[in-house]
């Protein structure tokens, strides 16, 4: 707790000014949901040695705080707390005939408490290292090639190919640890059709936060994957570690692991197809819709549309979104649920417990007063499976998602009121960003669930004298409130800060 207190006292005294002397915007400029924006492109260039000369690089150095405290601790639940610090260097070449390439390093060494905190049971905090790693190779850090693509862009529309960033609605950078989510595949993003934007992608691969090597989009690790990772033994508890070999994010399913697949003849390292269209052709109103596909398994297409008006200066635009999500072969390999621990012997509260043919409603108004935004949003999960989307993107984002929530479990009702003050779209605050939510989400308690209450208030502000740096404070708390998951109620606090350059 005195970490805590250190920590909010530092935001009181950074908070003191709330003007920058200067209006000139960084090289570099990290939006609030930590995406960059890069003011200081290359050149063109007009010969080969060009590509390079006119090329330039972008630094970045960066520590991130985790501190996470439940209500009440056992063997699977350790309040501890995890810090990493660390840095990136990203290369951007000059465009020659529509051609260029960039590349980056990305660095990240934790530091906690070994003896105290299992890394296995690290909530938050865990991406600023490599569960694996450190488990297998009692390695604390991570050294990766985070990027590296050739790029080729003619009228408005680009092709890149190669270890990338990719931002569509199933999957996202998500840069808010120490290192981005990548992809390897191919993208290709366009403009050139009138009030309509476009973007694809054949992804082969993926490489999670806290992964130091890719691994395969839709497949849970297990010792037939990895016959190398060791099984350990912490707290009298045995970990088996191929588990983290393989993709482990957090909303993974779990019932899709390399034995199940193979065994169901499919193939263990299927691609991921995605697509994202926008269009605003009959303004006021924005339509969007997105799909994925991994081939043999499942599939999701969102459609959703906005449509904004004023009454006087205040603008209002409501917003609803339909989720579809299609069943191949990976509910009867894996089942409904997440957990990857339902079937038709232990149907755990699923009504077809072999399927994952499900759909999420959704519906929001979005009120804007001067520099305030209003949003109150709700989401529905049809009680037939969970929603599997394991790639950063979330299907309940700029509706109910708040920060560490997952709440697209079948049978879930998510009702959110939030209010942000001083948003732009520069990715510099001049003035605090504040950004305050409540969230409830009703969950299933057939499923062994307990409703909860979701607390989150999240500060960021670039310094005054040196809009370069800039700091960031986010706390959220649940509380769940019925037994038996009341008592696991947990602060969960993140204090980050980025010097761009």
Not at 11 to 40: E, H
Not at 45 to 68: M, P
Not at 224 to 230: E, F, G
Not at 338 to 363: E, F, H, Q, R
């Amino acid at each position: 707790m005195k970490k805590a207190s250190l920590i909010s006292l530092s935001v009181c005294l950074l908070g003191l000014v709330d003007s920058f002397a200067s209006d000139t915007l960084p090289r570099v400029a990290i939006k609030t949901n930590g995406q960059l924006i890069y003011n200081d492109k290359p050149k063109e260039a007009s010969s080969f040695s060009e590509i390079f000369s006119n090329g330039k690089f972008y630094g970045r150095v960066r520590t991130n705080n985790f501190y996470w405290n439940w209500r009440n601790e056992d063997m699977k639940h350790n309040s501890h707390f995890i810090g990493g610090v660390g840095g990136s260097l990203v290369y951007k070449s000059a465009a020659l005939s529509g051609f260029s390439f960039g590349a980056g390093l990305y660095y990240s060494y934790a530091y906690f408490r070994e003896t105290k905190d299992p890394y296995n049971l690290i909530k938050a905090g865990k991406d600023v290292a490599s569960r694996y790693d450190f488990l297998n190779m009692d390695r604390k850090y991570l050294a990766v090639l985070g990027q590296a693509y050739l790029d080729y862009k003619i009228s408005k529309t680009n092709i890149s190919v190669g270890r990338q960033l990719v931002d569509t609605f199933y999957t996202k950078s998500n840069d808010t640890k120490m290192i981005p989510n990548t992809f390897d595949g191919v993208v290709l993003a366009s403009k050139d059709i009138p009030s309509t934007s476009m973007q694809f992608g054949y992804l082969l691969k993926q490489k999670l936060r806290d992964h130091a090597v890719n691994h395969p989009v839709l497949m849970y690790g297990d010792s037939n994957y990895d016959s190398d990772a060791k099984v350990i033994e912490i707290n009298g508890v045995k970990v088996d570690t191929s588990k983290f070999s393989g993709n482990d994010d957090a909303a993974m399913h779990r019932g899709l692991t390399y034995t199940a697949l193979k065994n169901a003849g499919e193939d263990t390292d299927a691609p991921l197809i995605v697509g994202d269209i926008k269009n605003n052709s009959i303004k006021p109103l924005k339509a969007n819709m997105s799909f994925y596909v991994v081939p043999g398994l499942i599939s999701q297409v969102m459609g959703e549309a906005y449509y904004n008006f004023k009454v006087g200066s205040v603008s209002i635009t409501p917003g609803v979104r339909y989720i579809q999500q299609i069943d191949d072969n990976a509910g009867k390999i894996g089942g409904a649920s997440l957990s990857g621990k339902v079937n038709t012997s232990n149907p755990g509260g699923y009504k077809d417990p072999n399927s994952l043919d499900s759909y999420m409603i959704a519906a929001r108004i979005v009120t804007k007063i001067q520099n305030y935004k209003i949003n109150l949003a709700y989401t529905g999960v049809a009680d037939e499976a969970d929603l599997v989307t394991p790639w950063r993107g979330f299907p309940t984002a700029g509706y109910t998602r708040s920060m560490g929530a997952y709440n697209w479990k079948a049978n879930t009702k998510s009702y959110r009121l939030e209010v942000v003050r001083n948003a732009n779209k520069t990715g510099v605050y001049k003035n605090m960003f504040i950004q305050a939510s409540v969230l409830f989400n009703d969950y299933d308690e057939d499923k062994g669930l307990s409703d909860q209450m979701y607390y989150y208030i999240g500060f960021v502000q670039n310094l005054p004298s040196l809009p370069q740096l800039q700091w960031r404070l986010r706390l959220g708390y649940g509380d769940f409130t019925e037994a038996p998951l009341d008592k696991y109620d947990f602060l969960d606090s993140r204090f980050e800060i980025n010097y761009v350059f």
